[in-house]
């Protein structure tokens, strides 16, 4: 219930004759700036008591009570707060210097809390699905624009840990980034693994000798062992392997992490592998090409590559099959430029201080089809935008980090229904 408090603070929702707990007038200034970290709630607030300004932080509870209880009192950091709000006061409050704070009481109107409870406690997956239609466009675009950002930035936490982990070298960030992508969600995480088990350095030291690179990326994911039928291929990829392995004092992973239930056979993970070895054979320094290049239409040129001649015929090893290229498909490149070439361009783009990649990460996406899921489709449904990839991550930036989280006091949607 605090969360609500801190909300109708926020947003100045109080009523407005505000008095301290011994009647004297209160008028808010400025509510101060929201702390997540520890201490006070609210930092640098400016209010008028009577005649007499005061300027410092604000802390509050459901209860006045809970300030002992939290032992703000025994806290020096809190002896700076210049008023306690609590929704029902019941004891006095001092701070660790003994001195008694001032204190208000700010109930929760009515229409707010009953709004709120329908949100937190509602049955659905989307609280807000039957206010969403006629929620104003330009709040609604507004919104979708900030959640496009903080989705790309959200993806930044994990390239910035691959930074980290690779010394800041983003030619090793953008392999894993695009290998994990190559697994296409079911066989994502494994695809990320396996990047991180093969470093790039090993592959391109191979340079054009696409044999060994796919000996490295089908040996490093276990699938050159326990082969039901082995060929002249296999065969020769084993042997390639085992020096290369011995060579780079490689150890594989295990294949059983790699899943083929219920996926097309043109998207099994052998054929995944066999493209992304293509990939790398024939795209070197990629990411260089990527940060160089502003035409979106050649990028997509720079992944449209098709499996070896081996796959031409085969879906899994010693298996014949019908003669059909192993071209990635449109879809496919989508979810690449989607999900690999837009955030890092993006997130490359704010660590070198470069707006113009950031806005041109931002434009791929508003030139790409959306995303459709379970997520998008089912807010293009309640009326929501649903016009290109820019939409869609926006989409699934709301579905997860707000409606899932029931961060509802915190999302714009919410916001105008609370208040509505």
């Not at 990028?299 to 081996?310: K, P, T």
């Not at 997130?347 to 089809?369: F, P, Q, S, T, W």
């Not at 929501?384 to 820019?390: I, Q, S």
Request: with cysteine; charged share 25%.
């Amino acid at each position: 219930m605090e969360d609500i408090l801190h909300y109708i603070w926020k947003f100045r929702l109080f009523q407005k004759d505000l008095k301290t707990v011994d009647g004297q007038p209160i008028e808010v200034i400025d509510v101060g700036l929201p702390n997540t970290n520890s201490g006070p709630d609210f930092f640098n607030a400016k209010i008028k008591i009577g005649d007499k300004v005061w300027a410092g932080n604000i802390e509050i509870h459901t209860s006045s009570d809970e300030w002992k209880r939290h032992n703000h009192h025994t806290d020096k950091s809190y002896n700076s707060v210049i008023l306690h709000i609590a929704e029902r006061v019941n004891c006095e409050v001092f701070n660790e210097s003994g001195q008694p704070v001032t204190q208000c009481e700010m109930p929760c109107p009515p229409h707010i809390r009953e709004n709120y409870d329908f949100l937190i406690h509602s049955n659905t997956d989307i609280p807000c699905c039957n206010y969403i239609g006629s929620m104003p466009s330009i709040h609604l675009n507004s919104w979708m624009n900030t959640l496009l950002i903080e989705r790309m930035e959200r993806k930044a936490n994990h390239i910035q840990s691959l930074l980290e982990r690779f010394n800041n070298s983003w030619e090793d960030v953008f392999y894993v980034l695009l290998s994990r992508n190559f697994g296409f969600g079911l066989n994502s995480d494994s695809f990320e693994r396996l990047a991180l088990s093969l470093p790039l350095k090993c592959i391109q030291k191979q340079g054009d000798n696409l044999i060994q690179i796919e000996a490295l990326l089908f040996g490093q994911a276990g699938m050159l062992d326990n082969v039901k039928v082995e060929d002249d291929y296999h065969s020769l990829l084993k042997k390639e392997y085992d020096f290369l392995k011995n060579k780079y004092e490689l150890k594989p992973l295990d294949s059983y992490i790699f899943r083929s239930m219920r996926t097309r056979p043109t998207a099994f993970p052998q054929i995944r592998i066999a493209q992304l070895a293509a990939l790398l054979h024939s795209s070197h320094g990629l990411f260089s090409k990527i940060t160089a290049c502003d035409d979106a239409g050649r990028i997509r040129l720079m992944f449209h590559v098709n499996a070896s001649e081996y796959w031409q015929t085969h879906y899994a090893f010693g298996v014949t099959s019908e003669r059909k290229s192993k071209y990635l498909g449109d879809s496919s490149l989508d979810i690449i430029l989607i999900n690999t070439v837009a955030p890092i361009l993006f997130i490359y783009g704010k660590n070198i201080d470069n707006e113009v990649l950031c806005e041109r990460a931002l434009k791929y996406l508003e030139m790409l089809k959306p995303e459709l899921n379970s997520i998008t489709k089912r807010f293009s449904k309640l009326k929501m935008p649903l016009n290109n990839a820019a939409d869609s991550q926006a989409m699934i930036q709301l579905k997860r980090e707000y409606c899932e989280q029931r961060k509802c006091l915190f999302c714009r949607i919410g916001h105008q229904l609370l208040i509505s």
